[in-house]
Structure formats: structure tokens, C-alpha cells
């Protein structure tokens, strides 16, 4: 079983559709939970960053993680052609001895937002 | 993109040739990482350098891959002797502080070896 899984899709959904998107993981330890946003030919950005169980609210996206269920989502509201990208899930566990944070990234959910 | 450039932007090369990636983080930063992201496998975590030393390289796949950090603001990935299987986008990501896990990406370098 790998660390982190997520659906690669690809999802597709006209414009003004709210969007879910979703990981799931295995390892207890991981504490920190990010989305990363990649557009075409482009380097992963930071769009979300999640500490504790709950959501975390910042204009049309929503982070939400259950840590007793391994879950996390991101959830984006009234969607725009604009989103279209491949969505990453990471996280991270501090390592023993250290404050040293690898990251293990999804494989990313491919999103088109139609006009 | 933010604080890190990375050349060149394409490579294309042939198997067996000699290629090396290089990283200019032109932010503060205290770590920096080398990722692999193909659609098989995804983004995969090769090395990272804290303060310039490398602290884990067991994402490195095979003693061909080499990388090297020698000063803060530069750091080279190479491939010696590359192979089909090499072709992959490969970023390099830093992270600005000890007390964080963010990490920011370059804009990655596409390689293709024939």
C-alpha cells in the first residue's frame, strides 16, 4: 500500500461546479498536510497548508482533514476555467531527531473546469 | 517558480551522454530538493541538502544519478550515463525556514534522452 493515495481522474466539470478532491493515507505519523496546485508545464505551488483535524478556509478553497480517518480533501467552490491544473496532496512527518520535514506527494488529480 | 531558477529548461540528449541539471535558489532558504515527476510514478523525492548537506539521498534510483550542493545559492544533479528511462521533469524545491514544511518549486527541467 502506498503512503499516499489519490485518484489521478481526470475530473472534468463546467464552470461554477463546486469540486472535491480527495487523498487518502497510511502513515499515523504524518502531521502536516498541504495542496499543491500545478498548472501546465509549471512547477508545483503552494496553494493550502493544514495542521489539525478540520477545515481551513481561504476564498473559494476549503482544506479539510480527518486524522481519524486518514482523509483529506480540498474543496473548491464555484469553480473557474482558471483552476484547471493538476491538483497534488502532500504531507509530512517530522523525522526522529530532527526537524528535518520530507514531503510525500499524491500523484495528482488532473482538474478541467469548462466555460 | 518563486526564488528558484533552474537550467536549462529542456534537455534533450542521447543514451549514455553525460547530463547535469542545475538549481539557483535566489531566496533565503535553509534546505533545498531535488524531485523526479513522471506520470508513472508521480513526484519522487531524489535528495535534499540541509545548510548544504545532503541528508538523505535513498530517493537517488541508481549510482548514476550524482548531485551536489557546494555553495547556497547553486546546486547540480547529474546523470552519468543517462538512459531512456531518465526522462522525466525534474524540480528542484526549497524550504525557507527550520520550522517549516512548505517548500517552493522552480519551474522544473524537462529531460528527454533518446
Known amino acids: 500500500q502506498k503512503e499516499v493515495e489519490q485518484d489521478p481522474g481526470p475530473l472534468s466539470v463546467p464552470e461554477g461546479a463546486i469540486v472535491s478532491l480527495n487523498c487518502t493515507y497510511s502513515?499515523?505519523?504524518?502531521?502536516?498536510f498541504m495542496w499543491y496546485r500545478q498548472y501546465s508545464r509549471k512547477g508545483p505551488e503552494l496553494l493550502m497548508y493544514?495542521?489539525?483535524?478540520g477545515n481551513k478556509e481561504d476564498g473559494r478553497f476549503t482544506a479539510q482533514v480527518d486524522k481519524s480517518s486518514k482523509y483529506i480533501s480540498l474543496f473548491i467552490r464555484d469553480s473557474q476555467p482558471s483552476d484547471s491544473a493538476t491538483y497534488l496532496c502532500?504531507?509530512?512527518?517530522?523525522?526522529?531527531?530532527?526537524?528535518?520535514?520530507?514531503?510525500?506527494f499524491g500523484k495528482g488529480t488532473l482538474l478541467t473546469v469548462n466555460p | 517558480d518563486a526564488g528558484v531558477i533552474q537550467s536549462p529548461r529542456h534537455e534533450v540528449t542521447e543514451m549514455g551522454q553525460e547530463v547535469t541539471l542545475r538549481c539557483k535558489p535566489i531566496?533565503?532558504?535553509?534546505?533545498l530538493f531535488w524531485y523526479r515527476q513522471t506520470m508513472m510514478r508521480g513526484l519522487e523525492l531524489l535528495i535534499y541538502?540541509?545548510?548544504?548537506?545532503?541528508?538523505?539521498d535513498s530517493g537517488m534510483p541508481e549510482d548514476r544519478f550524482s548531485a551536489k550542493m557546494p555553495n547556497a545559492s547553486f546546486s547540480t544533479l547529474k546523470i552519468q550515463p543517462s538512459e531512456p528511462r531518465d526522462s522525466a521533469v525534474y524540480f528542484c524545491?526549497?524550504?525557507?525556514?527550520?520550522?517549516?514544511?512548505?517548500?517552493?518549486f522552480g519551474p522544473g527541467t524537462r529531460l528527454t534522452v533518446l
Open positions: 493544514t495542521y489539525s483535524s
Open positions: 502532500a504531507m509530512s512527518a517530522k523525522e526522529s531527531g530532527g526537524s528535518n520535514y520530507k514531503l510525500t
Open positions: 541538502f540541509n545548510n548544504n548537506v545532503p541528508i538523505d
Open positions: 502513515n499515523s505519523a504524518f502531521q502536516y
Open positions: 531566496s533565503g532558504h535553509n534546505s
Open positions: 524545491a526549497i524550504r525557507r525556514g527550520p520550522s517549516t514544511d512548505t517548500q517552493y
